[in-house]
Every structure is written in structure tokens, then in C-alpha cells.
């Protein structure tokens, strides 16, 4: 005989409750049942774990050092079961979160907060990625949600409305195009510009926008981020393309925001995902709160 979890588990209650048939009547079993587990457990382990008398039962020491082992395996087991099910339900597990430069800097701080003081046993492991990696690795698999802004690329993957931004131009105070309130943008292409790195959604279009007008973007600097694009900006270094909200954050003091008058400058951020309907639970938990919160 191998032990297993309801012999100790009766095992357990024949202590707790002092006689077999008390034991029996909690568990809703026979009591010729469990006095033939405890004894075929005895025979198994060969030593007795038990001292009946037509009182009850008292543990022998071996019966109560295996009383002590059960519980402890016993209560494991229920711990197991109970995360499972936690699982099953979203309230437990790690998701992968893969996320534009805009997306990390205006939208997804206060409902990724939010998220974790409802669901605090849900880890969140947020990375940054431009917008054209994140729909490559989402296509293969390599993460469970992605905020990223609309790009003309074909991939396989299921995308839901989040957010939108609009783009426009900071300048520093004393630059030429400090006096306009709006601009078109190929009024910039006049001036060098602090962008960000190739493969961003806003490096693109500003590049595509210029190859239409047969023109070239001005590149002064290329950064990785917008914190560091709005220092370089106040530092006299040139004008830069980025959203209106991350230029609010960043409060560069010696810089103007101006509007931008091209239609493309509206942008849809997305909420992607490869499968709905394959993502584990904790995973699809996150996204029905955030799609909650889409505007």
C-alpha cells in the first residue's frame, strides 16, 4: 500500500476527533472503512500508530510523529489547491506586458496602479519596446499584452481600442517657430530635430511624411525616450515631435508646445494580444481592466 492523501487525511481526524466513529461521521464515511485504512496503513508502514482502547484512540510515538508529517502535507496540499484555483480565476500569476515609450509615460501608470491594489498577488513585468517590436513579438508568442500606436504593419494578432494622443512640436523659447501657436509639419523640416530611434511609430511617420514631400527630416540627435528628448529640446539643441501629454509631464521650462495641423498626428494606441481567448487568466484579467478604462 502507498500512503495517500485521504488515508492521512482520515488518519488525521481519527486524532482530532478521538474515535473512529466520530472521525467517520465527519468525513460521511463508514467507520469499518476508515478502521480498514488506518489498519492497512499500519501494515504498510509495519508499526503501529495507534492505541485503541474502548475509550478511543491515542497516537503511539510513531502515530504521532506521522499525526505532525500529515498535517504539515496536508495543509501544503491545500495551499496548492488554493493558489490553483486562484489561477483559474485571474487573481494570481505573472504577466508580460510589452509597451511604446508613450504608452509607459502617459497612459499606463495610473490603471497598471489601480491593478495592482485590486489584484496584489498578480505580478506585472512591464518592458519597453517600440511599436513595430512589440506587434512582431506578440505574432510569436513572446508576450501576453502589448500597448503600442497603429502602424501599417500585418501581423496576426488580435488589437483593441485603448487611447489616443496627439503629437506635436516643443520648441525652445527662443527657436523660430517659438511664435507660431500651429504648424504643419512640413514647416519643420526646415530645422534640425531631435527624434526618437528607428523602429518607433513616430520616427516612422515623420520620415514617411517627409519622403512624400520629397523632402528629408534634419536629424540633430536620435534618443531612446522622451525624458531625454525634451532636455535636449531645452537645452537649445533643436525641436522634436512627440505627444502633447508627454511634453506636459516632462515640464521643460525653457520650451513651447506647438499645435500640429496634420491629420496623422492623431494617433490610436492599441491594446494587442495574440489570442483572447488563449490567455491565462490573470492575463485576460489585465485586459478586460484595462479595455474597462479605455477611452
Given at each position: 500500500?502507498?500512503?495517500?492523501?485521504?488515508?492521512?487525511?482520515?488518519?488525521?481526524?481519527?486524532?482530532?476527533?478521538g474515535?473512529?466513529?466520530?472521525?467517520?461521521?465527519?468525513?460521511?464515511?463508514?467507520?469499518?472503512?476508515?478502521?480498514?485504512?488506518?489498519?492497512?496503513?499500519?501494515?504498510?508502514?509495519?508499526?503501529?500508530?495507534?492505541?485503541?482502547?474502548?475509550?478511543?484512540?491515542?497516537?503511539?510515538?510513531?502515530?504521532?510523529?506521522?499525526?505532525?508529517?500529515?498535517?504539515?502535507?496536508?495543509?501544503?496540499?491545500?495551499?496548492?489547491?488554493?493558489?490553483?484555483?486562484?489561477?483559474?480565476?485571474?487573481?494570481?500569476g505573472?504577466?508580460?506586458?510589452?509597451?511604446?515609450?508613450?504608452?509607459?509615460?502617459?497612459f499606463?501608470?495610473?490603471?497598471?496602479?489601480?491593478?495592482?491594489?485590486?489584484?496584489?498577488?498578480?505580478?506585472?513585468?512591464?518592458?519597453?519596446?517600440?511599436?513595430?517590436?512589440?506587434i512582431?513579438?506578440?505574432?510569436?508568442?513572446?508576450?501576453?499584452?502589448?500597448?503600442?500606436?497603429?502602424?501599417?504593419?500585418?501581423?496576426?494578432?488580435?488589437?483593441?481600442?485603448?487611447r489616443?494622443?496627439?503629437?506635436?512640436?516643443?520648441?525652445?523659447?527662443?527657436?523660430?517657430?517659438?511664435?507660431?501657436?500651429?504648424?504643419?509639419?512640413?514647416?519643420?523640416?526646415?530645422?534640425?530635430?531631435?527624434?526618437?530611434?528607428?523602429?518607433?511609430?513616430?520616427?516612422?511617420?515623420?520620415?514617411?511624411?517627409?519622403?512624400?514631400?520629397?523632402?528629408?527630416?534634419?536629424?540633430?540627435?536620435?534618443?531612446?525616450?522622451?525624458?531625454?528628448?525634451?532636455l535636449?529640446?531645452?537645452?537649445?539643441?533643436?525641436?522634436?515631435?512627440?505627444?502633447?501629454?508627454?511634453a506636459?509631464?516632462?515640464?521643460?521650462?525653457?520650451?513651447?508646445?506647438?499645435?500640429?495641423?496634420?491629420?496623422?498626428?492623431?494617433?490610436?494606441?492599441?491594446?494587442?494580444?495574440?489570442?483572447?481567448?488563449?490567455?491565462?487568466?490573470?492575463?485576460?484579467?489585465?485586459?478586460?481592466?484595462?479595455?474597462?478604462?479605455?477611452?
Amino acid at each position: 500500500m502507498k500512503l495517500d492523501l485521504l488515508t492521512l487525511k482520515l488518519f488525521v481526524r481519527v486524532l482530532e476527533e478521538g474515535t473512529i466513529s466520530q472521525a467517520a461521521e465527519r468525513e460521511h464515511i463508514a467507520a469499518a472503512a476508515v478502521s480498514r485504512r488506518i489498519a492497512d496503513l499500519e501494515q504498510a508502514l509495519n508499526t503501529t500508530l495507534l492505541v485503541r482502547t474502548n475509550k478511543g484512540v491515542s497516537p503511539t510515538a510513531a502515530g504521532l510523529e506521522l499525526l505532525y508529517r500529515s498535517r504539515a502535507l496536508l495543509n501544503s496540499v491545500e495551499d496548492i489547491e488554493s493558489r490553483l484555483q486562484a489561477y483559474s480565476q485571474g487573481q494570481q500569476g505573472l504577466v508580460h506586458i510589452l509597451a511604446n515609450t508613450s504608452a509607459i509615460s502617459q497612459f499606463l501608470p495610473a490603471p497598471l496602479g489601480e491593478f495592482g491594489r485590486l489584484h496584489p498577488s498578480i505580478r506585472l513585468q512591464l518592458e519597453e519596446k517600440t511599436s513595430l517590436d512589440i506587434i512582431r513579438a506578440l505574432a510569436d508568442g513572446k508576450a501576453d499584452l502589448g500597448v503600442f500606436t497603429r502602424l501599417p504593419y500585418d501581423a496576426d494578432i488580435e488589437a483593441y481600442p485603448f487611447r489616443s494622443d496627439e503629437l506635436v512640436v516643443l520648441a525652445p523659447l527662443d527657436h523660430p517657430l517659438a511664435r507660431h501657436e500651429r504648424l504643419r509639419f512640413e514647416q519643420t523640416l526646415e530645422h534640425e530635430q531631435i527624434t526618437l530611434l528607428p523602429g518607433t511609430q513616430i520616427n516612422y511617420q515623420i520620415t514617411k511624411v517627409a519622403m512624400e514631400a520629397n523632402r528629408s527630416v534634419r536629424v540633430r540627435t536620435e534618443v531612446s525616450g522622451y525624458d531625454a528628448m525634451c532636455l535636449l529640446v531645452n537645452a537649445g539643441m533643436g525641436i522634436a515631435i512627440l505627444p502633447r501629454e508627454s511634453a506636459r509631464i516632462y515640464k521643460v521650462p525653457q520650451t513651447r508646445m506647438i499645435e500640429l495641423e496634420d491629420d496623422w498626428s492623431r494617433r490610436d494606441i492599441l491594446i494587442g494580444v495574440r489570442r483572447r481567448r488563449d490567455l491565462q487568466p490573470s492575463a485576460q484579467t489585465l485586459l478586460n481592466f484595462l479595455l474597462q478604462t479605455a477611452s
